[in-house]
């Protein structure tokens, strides 16, 4: 059974910067999109970035409009690791921000990770 792993949370002052890493002990690791969602308190969970790998060294992401040009999501697929580079953190970034994993076919992500909150003092 697999897992993911997420780390680097914390508390940050607005326009400051956090890395988010999500460690993955799953199967063929390559083969699953890895996406970063959040929840804010009393807010739906809503997505954030994704990574699918396309091709050899290739990789498509895409991102919420909300974080678009301030959010960097990446992977290694040897070290079973994707990242996600906050930058210019407003206070409205605010969450617990989860990493999930989908295999490529799936209509559903079969790995989820425990959570790691992010808070932006304004």
């Known amino acids: 059974q697999g897992q993911l792993v997420e780390s680097g949370g914390g508390l940050v002052q607005a326009g400051g910067s956090l890395r988010l890493s999500c460690a993955a002990s799953i199967p063929t690791f390559s083969m699953y999109t890895m996406d970063w969602f959040r929840q804010a308190p009393g807010k739906e969970r809503e997505f954030v970035a994704g990574?699918?790998?396309?091709?050899?060294?290739?990789?498509?992401?895409d991102y919420a409009d909300s974080v678009k040009g301030r959010f960097t999501i990446s992977r290694d697929d040897t070290k079973n690791t994707v990242w996600l580079q906050m930058k210019s953190l407003k206070y409205e970034d605010t969450a617990d921000y989860y990493c999930?994993?989908?295999?490529?076919?799936?209509?559903?992500?079969?790995?989820w990770g425990q959570g790691t909150q992010v808070t932006v003092s304004s």
């Open positions: 990574i699918t790998r396309i091709g050899s060294n290739t990789y498509y992401a």
């Open positions: 999930a994993a989908k295999k490529k076919g799936s209509s559903s992500h079969g790995y």
